[in-house]
Antibody, heavy 117, light 109 residues
Framework: QVQLQESGPGLVKPSQTLSLTCSVS??????????GSWIRQPAGKELEWIGR???????NYNPSLKSRVIMSADTSKNQFSLTLSAVTAADTAVYYC?????????WGRGTLVTVSS | EVVLTQSPATLSLSPGERATLSCRAS???????LAWYQQKPGQAPRLLIYGAFTRATGTPDRFSGSGSGTDFTLTISRLEPEDFAVYYCQQFGGSPLYSFGQGTKLEIK
């Protein structure tokens, strides 16, 4: 059974960079035809897709966040990562990593990131 | 931009009743890439239906999906107490590449 686990700081100051890692167990991120994605959800609001990375390392980002987002993968650690620069209070949300093939089949439990000074 | 609009925003029903949730897209969406998720408080979303009508592993058969083009429906034939949650539809292939509806909250009447 595939499991995903997000990790990273729970508090980030405005204008700084948010960095999160998704650790995958139960399957290799370099095997299979799936994408790793980041999705976020502000409290009480809907889900917003941030971006995805393929098993070969190619990326696609949400145009609304593209200028601030970088995703990468470390196959040796079976992890993929998110960096979001120049954060503001509007970036406060629960951040989920998820695996997509024909749908978002597997999700991490999510990690709350608060942007505040 | 593909916008998914779910209705109603809130649906109040009793256990044993039938629930019908709607998801309307601002432009045609491939049925192969329309999915439904269930989210309970404090939990991550859970995949229920993919490809518009295919139940994910572990999804009870009281859940069914239908629709095509711009109109999709999630039906729960007989509500169980554990079904009261928020439901999201999601598409792939538009711009942005993935988008979610704003959700329908299914609450106990």
């Amino acid at each position: 059974q595939v499991q995903l686990q997000e990790s990273g700081p729970g508090l980030v100051k405005p204008s700084q960079t948010l960095s999160l890692t998704c650790s995958v167990s139960g399957d290799s991120i370099s095997s299979g035809n799936y994408y790793g994605s980041w999705i976020r959800q502000p409290a009480g609001k809907e889900l917003e897709w941030i971006g995805r990375i393929s098993t070969s390392g190619s990326t696609n980002y949400n145009p609304s966040l593209k200028s601030r987002v970088i995703m990468s993968a470390d196959t040796s650690k079976n992890q993929f990562s998110l960096t979001l620069s120049a954060v503001t209070a509007a970036d406060t949300a629960v951040y989920y990593c998820a695996r997509w093939r024909r749908s978002f089949e597997d999700w991490g439990r999510g990690t709350l990131v608060t942007v505040s000074s | 931009e593909v916008v998914l609009t779910q209705s109603p925003a809130t649906l109040s029903l009793s256990p044993g009743e039938r629930a019908t949730l709607s998801c309307r897209a601002s432009q045609s969406v491939s049925s192969s890439y329309l999915a439904w998720y269930q989210q309970k408080p404090g939990q991550a979303p859970r995949l229920l239906i993919y490809g518009a009508f295919t139940r994910a592993t572990g999804t009870p058969d009281r859940f069914s999906g239908s629709g095509s083009g711009t109109d999709f429906t999630l039906t729960i034939s007989r509500l169980e107490p554990e079904d009261f949650a928020v439901y999201y539809c999601q598409q792939f292939g538009g711009s942005p590449l993935y988008s979610f509806g704003q959700g329908t909250k299914l609450e106990i009447k």
